[in-house]
């Protein structure tokens, strides 16, 4: 991998340039006012996860949704899964999903997108695309309208890079999202820009000196307006080009363009689709670095760097924050840096930051003085020290002025900080982001978690995530609840858990309050295909015809369900559909005290773990 040194031979020109302030760096910059009137910059959600409450624009958000689109939304994919398996439903499938109950008797789904670079990113948007009831490939696969169908949608790291862009680009299929469409302008989506490498991008080392010049110089007015800047904020620029509205393709090394600065993640509340509560409420994760006093003891998963019982915030477009029992606050996301109660922050939210929050891994690179020179991120940081210099600050972290400041004195341990350091959200260990849907305020009845990080030396998932979080669960007790899984990574491998669909939590009590998790990973490659989705992380450029071959093969890993052998290899199970339709009902079915019937019992038997 070529390396960013030769950036410091720009350094002069840099400081040639920041005087012109180019359009993007004033769009960046987040602006200070006095907050309105009755503005409060702490909502307490409380610590006992039985008391705690939404947001009342989220809870509204949600209400309007389950009143409006759920109905219609869930009707249709009832309709696409009947017509598409050979196998009859039980009465009580339809009659949930068909609304004849009323929609408070309708399921509450989630979907969780796993981080894992652009590797996860594809493998998500595959699933996805799978799901969408638009895509009449997925409705002729009996999956269609899964998607339109779900409350919540969260992502982290890659995963995030796919639920903020589909969000905030007005939720188009997933193709047009990643390829983008010919209609694209100045203010519209672009694509994913896939060929042009996310960290490195340019044709050659004298191209990505003068992107990364750019970069810093984008981030110069945020610090002039005095707020803190840091790697993350330079990453987050790389991925405006292809994650948030403004860039396309012909106009990517524009340099008096905007390429997304300005706009925001609580600017998502803005879009049509989310004014019309057409899509699913997105969440973006990211794991908090904190100071610990000497002696106090955490647990740390194999290999990861952030402890397990560290708070995990949220962001979202209305709030940031976390459910976590040691904290149990928000802020709204419109004003997330305010300095104090009485002067709010303005535009501190750039989708582009976020998106570089929840994927920022560099910290892991931070091991010595000359580790961190020789790596990635060194001459960025170096830079950074030159034309920015700050006091007190991890340059290796997203920095965020803490609005909990001075809150839940006994149990959070960054209430004396005046910064929380925020870093990748799978630093845990935790790749796929199920905790905001683990959320008792929430009440998910299911949750499809969708896991494609590089646990394998072959760059497959081995389980890892869904331990790390029951660990977790059990750490925070009775916080979150979570279904049974497999303890070990060598049961998940043995048992081909990560090769098909499994189910977890079928024969939970009703008193367990966990929902049941549809785990699709990326394990394998399907039906005898040579593979084409394990990539290494590293990897962060895709062309054209990489990337459809990768959501080609994605389509075939959600569709195929438990592969069954016929005469020349395997073939796709075609009760899978009605199977995945049993797992979304199981909960609103037992809610009505109504008991498994038809082939719902068969796919229990085949597809859950116990």
């Known amino acids: ?59 509204g958000y949600i209400a309007a949704r389950r009143s409006l689109v759920l109905p219609n939304a869930w009707a249709s994919y009832s309709r696409n899964v009947q017509q598409n398996t050979p196998v009859a439903l039980p009465a009580y499938v339809d009659t949930i999903l068909s609304g004849l109950l009323g929609k408070e008797a309708l399921p509450n789904l989630g979907i969780a997108s796993s981080g894992g670079g652009l590797r996860a990113a594809l493998f998500g948007a595959g699933v996805l695309s799978a799901l969408d009831g638009r895509n009449q490939s997925s409705v002729q696969a009996g999956l269609g309208g899964l998607l339109q169908a779900a409350q919540y949608l969260s992502g982290l790291s890659g995963g995030s890079w796919l639920v903020s862009s589909l969000s905030q680009a007005d939720f188009p299929t997933l193709p047009d999202l990643i390829f983008g469409t010919q209609q694209a302008d100045a203010d519209g989506f672009g694509g994913w820009i896939t060929p042009e490498n996310l960290l490195q991008p340019g044709a050659n080392s004298n191209e990505t000196a003068e992107f990364l010049e750019l970069f810093v110089e984008e981030v110069h007015g945020k610090w002039a307006a005095g707020f803190p800047v840091s790697v993350a904020d330079v990453w987050g620029r790389s991925l405006a080009r292809h994650f948030v509205n403004g860039t396309t393709a012909d106009d990517f090394a524009d340099a008096t363009l905007a390429h997304g600065a300005g ?24 794991d908090s670095l904190v100071n610990r006093p000497n002696g106090t003891v955490v647990i740390i998963e194999p290999d990861e760097i952030v402890p397990l019982v560290n708070p995990i915030y949220e962001f979202n477009a209305y709030e940031s924050g976390s459910f976590d029992p040691m904290l149990g606050a928000f802020t709204p996301t419109k004003f997330l840096g305010s300095p104090n109660s009485s002067v709010c922050a303005l535009g501190f939210d750039q989708l582009s930051f ?75 260990g935790q790749t796929t982001p199920l905790q905001p849907l683990l959320v008792r305020a929430r009440g998910l009845d299911t949750i499809i978690a969708i896991d494609a990080p590089a646990d394998t030396s072959d760059n497959f998932a081995d389980g890892s995530s869904l331990i790390a979080t029951q660990t977790r ?47 699709i990973a990326n394990g394998g490659a399907p039906l005898g295909e040579p593979p084409l989705t394990n990539n290494p992380t590293a990897k962060l450029s895709y062309t054209a015809d990489e990337a459809q071959a990768v959501l080609n093969q994605v389509f075939d890993v959600a569709t195929q369900g438990i592969p069954v052998s016929a005469a020349g290899g395997e073939t796709k199970d075609p009760e899978w559909p009605a199977c995945l339709a049993c797992a979304v009902v199981d909960r609103a079915r037992r809610r009505l005290g109504v008991q498994r019937d038809g082939v719902c019992v068969s796919c229990f038997e085949r597809y859950c773990w116990s």
């Open 263 to 286: 706009l925001t993640l609580s600017g998502v509340a803005n879009v049509s689709t989310f004014r019309a509560y057409a899509q699913p409420f997105p969440i973006v994760i990211a």
């Open 1 to 59: 991998m070529k390396t960013f040194g030769v950036c410091f031979i720009a350094c002069a020109c840099y400081l040639s340039r920041v005087s012109g302030q180019a359009l993007a760096a004033q769009k960046y910059a987040p602006t200070l006012q006095p907050c309105p009137g009755g503005t409060a910059l702490v909502r307490e959600a409380g610590s006992n996860a039985y008391t705690q409450t939404l947001g009342d624009e989220e809870a």
């Open 354 to 428: 976020i998106q570089g929050a929840s994927s920022n891994l560099f910290n892991s690179m931070n091991t010595s003085a000359a580790a961190l020179a020789s790596s990635a991120i060194g001459p960025i940081i170096g830079l950074i020290e030159e034309t920015m210099p700050q006091t007190g600050l991890r340059l290796d972290a997203a920095d965020i002025p803490n609005p909990f400041f001075g809150l839940a004195q006994g149990t959070f341990v960054d209430t004396n900080s005046k910064i929380l350091s925020l870093v990748d959200g799978g630093e845990d």
């Open 473 to 519: 669960v059990q750490l925070l007790k009775p916080a979150y609840a979570f279904p049974p899984v497999p303890s070990t990574q060598t049961e998940y491998l043995a048992q081909n858990l990560t090769k098909r669909p499994t189910f977890f939590g079928c024969n939970s009590a009703p008193d367990a309050g966990d929902a049941l998790v549809v785990y």
